[in-house]
């Protein structure tokens, strides 16, 4: 059972670069999250889908953007990396009422 | 709005100690209540959930009460080893939107 799977693991980006970090689930859920997590700290909602072709925005959207085009993927974009971003990324998918299940994460540094 | 508030870390116990990290939190209605573990390098895992007030989850000998009257949800376990050391988030669902504490860090030393 794959249940969420996010790519890459790793990434440096220069300031100003842009790039699409990857989340997919096979468990059918209509709820997905992406978080960020600074070092020592909680995690922190950017944007969450309650289903294909709806998004809102968490408490950190800035700097990001997302879609929803089907109930399997949920992709993060940065247009214009900053130093801020440097972060450890995780998405997330539930039914909504249920524990949600975590990707492995994305590392992203940002120089 | 809602927020979780845990024991800040980190904290060092030697194997076969007795192992308290408290959280409480602040929801309205009738929040479920779950902590999250996160070993090095991977995502979080749950540990245990309750779902409402005095319900008991526990899972790998950890286990946590559901106190409404004091709204909180600490987690305990009665001999930790070293394969416990990881950070522990406790969380909450309010609204649809899961929200956490700021972790705390546990090292088991053998």
């Known amino acids: 059972n794959a249940g969420v799977t996010q790519t890459p693991k790793f990434r440096i980006l220069k300031i100003g670069q842009s790039m699409t970090l990857q989340c997919t689930q096979d468990?059918?859920?209509?709820?997905m999250y992406w978080y960020r997590q600074d070092p020592g700290m909680g995690l922190k909602l950017i944007y969450y889908s309650v289903g294909a072709g709806i998004t809102d925005k968490g408490e950190v959207p800035n700097g990001y953007n997302v879609s929803r085009s089907t109930t399997e993927d949920f992709p993060l974009r940065l247009e214009l990396a900053a130093p801020s971003q440097t972060s450890v990324y995780f998405c997330?998918?539930?039914?909504?009422?249920?524990?949600?299940?975590f990707g492995d994460g994305t590392r992203l540094s940002i120089l | 709005g809602d927020s979780v508030t845990q024991m800040e870390g980190p904290v060092t116990l030697s194997e076969e100690a007795f192992l308290t990290i408290n959280c409480t939190y602040t929801?309205?209605?009738?929040?479920?209540l779950f902590w999250y573990v996160q070993y090095p390098g991977e995502g979080l895992q749950l540990l245990l959930k309750a779902t409402k007030a005095d319900d008991k989850g526990s899972n790998k000998g950890f286990e946590a009460t559901y106190r409404k009257e004091t709204t909180s949800f600490h987690l305990e376990k009665g001999s930790v080893q070293v394969s416990d050391s990881a950070v522990y988030f406790c969380a909450l669902i309010g609204n649809e939107k899961l929200t956490f504490g700021t972790g705390t860090r546990l090292t088991i030393i053998p």
């Open positions: 468990m059918n859920h209509n709820y």
């Open positions: 997330a998918s539930s039914t909504g009422d249920q524990p949600q299940h």
């Open positions: 929801a309205t209605g009738y929040p479920s």
